[in-house]
T-cell receptor, first 114, second 110 residues
Framework: KAGVTQTPRYLIKTRGQQVTLSCSPI?????VSWYQQTPGQGLQFLFE???????NKGNFPGRFSGRQFSNSRSEMNVSTLELGDSALYLC?????????????FGPGTRLTVT | LAKTTQPISMDSYEGQEVNITCSHN???????ITWYQQFPSQGPRFIIQ???TKVTNEVASLFIPADRKSSTLSLPRVSLSDTAVYYC???????????FGKGTMLLVSP
């Protein structure tokens, strides 16, 4: 069974631009969660989607948004990029919602904002 | 939402048993305790999950006392390849926010 895939793997953007990251979950998984990882803040939860609806949201500004499609694939968008948005963005899929389900993580997208 | 506290780092030698403890004083009744392992530039990987008492799989054991306010991940006979960051995650199903702590950096030396 194929794992979680994320595209692109690396991205360089300029401050003020916007970016869209993509995540394809494991087949059959209906929940997709997004995380931001930085050296200073560690692994922080952004949001979780299940059946095309955002079910949980972390403490991030409205510049961070996402969506999930009917095939469970998900996209995450960051508008008006700031230097502090430079991070590894990880996507995880699971069979169900919440922490009681095993999260399968993708390799991540390394975003650099200059 | 249960907050977790783990040691920032631990050192060990090959062949030793390593125990990493996670404190979660305000764990909820329906919360599970899950541990993940992360290598540099990779996403975290599931190690083990438990609700109470002891759980064991092929790579680790998880000890949870009766009050469930803490848990201990036990790695038997570690090797150099076990050098990684270990995260404790506490939460239930459904609408529970997935919050990872800062993690414990385990360094295994020869």
């Amino acid at each position: 069974k194929a794992g979680v895939t994320q595209t692109p793997r690396y991205l360089i953007k300029t401050r003020g631009q916007q970016v869209t990251l993509s995540c394809s979950p494991i087949s059959g998984h209906r929940s997709v969660s997004w995380y931001q990882q930085t050296p200073g803040q560690g692994l922080q939860f952004l949001f979780e989607y299940f059946s095309e609806t955002q079910r949980n949201k972390g403490n991030f500004p409205g510049r961070f948004s996402g969506r999930q499609f009917s095939n469970s694939r998900s996209e995450m968008n960051v508008s008006t990029l700031e230097l502090g948005d430079s991070a590894l963005y990880l996507c995880a899929s699971s069979l169900g919602m919440g922490a009681s389900y095993e999260q399968y993580f993708g390799p991540g997208t390394r975003l650099t904002v200059t | 939402l249960a907050k977790t506290t783990q040691p920032i780092s631990m050192d060990s030698y090959e062949g030793q048993e390593v125990n990493i403890t996670c404190s979660h004083n305000n764990i909820a009744t329906n919360d599970y305790i899950t541990w993940y392992q992360q290598f540099p530039s990779q996403g975290p990987r599931f190690i083990i999950q438990g609700y109470k008492t002891k759980v064991t799989n092929e790579v680790a054991s998880l000890f949870i006392p009766a009050d469930r306010k803490s848990s201990t991940l036990s790695l038997p006979r570690v090797s150099l390849s076990d050098t990684a960051v270990y995260y404790c995650l506490v939460g239930g199903g459904g609408y529970s926010t997935l919050t990872f702590g800062k993690g414990t950096m385990l360094l295994v030396s020869p």
